[in-house]
């Protein structure tokens, strides 16, 4: 993957290469989500995060289709809906999604959720895809330790990914360690926590210090622990703010003080739950 834009890529297990900075595109629909990925694009993002879950596929297949960049030149994720698991029903989920998305490939295919007794199966089917040249890689979402562990005794191919929510505030440095040790690269979601932590004093604090936003703070955090994050925005000004996020760094001992702002905050399910 080419890109004339100055940010940082991380290689993947299997020498795939995908931008850390992403953006998340939960919860936007129609022209919005349209403009939002126009917007993103013109501002440097390359990393396109999507799900069937989110009933947007098509919408950002039609931007991404509609604009000047190559298709080798953008990353675009999509996963697995909770209803489609087991072996034959995620191939046929795979189908569809490809469609909406009007691509011949993704670069990067998720299970969305370990969903309990039908996820081996579901992996088998994407351990399939991969196989058959359909998708760059694969990977995880929401997999605590426990759940990598269960899929290690029955993978032929351990993900190269593992998307969860993870912040200052559920800094999960144990499942960190687990993947770095595997090469499974962490991914963030929810960084920014939707807006719900960003006036921690703390962090207040640190913006002050370093004369950023609450958002590029946080997001930076992830940047120096090597962790891919893909924030959510529609707001053309924020998407800027949260892209620049790449061109500052933090020191080390305020990278160790923010992993100490734990207290397990989640913003959604526990993944415990599956297990
Ligand atoms: P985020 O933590 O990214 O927060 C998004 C919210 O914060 C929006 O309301 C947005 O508003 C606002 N926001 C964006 N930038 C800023 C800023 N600089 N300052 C203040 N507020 C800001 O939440 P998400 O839950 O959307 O997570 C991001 C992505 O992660 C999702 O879009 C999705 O792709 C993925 N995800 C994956 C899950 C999984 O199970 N695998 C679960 C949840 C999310 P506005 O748009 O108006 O700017």
Redo the contacts with the bound molecule.
Sequence with gaps: MVSTINQPYTTLSNGIEMPLLG??????HGAEAEQ?VQDALETGYRLF???S??ENENEIGNALRNSNIARADVFV?T?LGNVDHGYDATLRAFEKSLEKLQMDYVDLY?I??PVKGQRKESWKALEKLYNDKRVKAIGV??YLVEFLDELESYAFIIPMLN???F?PWLFQGELLQYCQNRNIQLQ????????LK?GDPRLIALAEKYDR????IV?RWNIEHGIST??????K???Q??FGSLNFKLTADDVAFMDTFNENFR??DNPMEML
Aim: glycine residues 4%; charged residues 20%.
């Design positions: 953006l998340g595109v939960y919860d936007m939002a995060d999507t799900a879950l989110y994720t996963k998720l969305h959720w979402a929401n998307q969860v929510e912040t963030s979601y929810s960084p920014l926590t939707r807006g960003l936003s609450p958002a590029q997001l893909i924030p959510k925005s529609v707001s000004k924020r998407l703010e949260n913003i959604c």
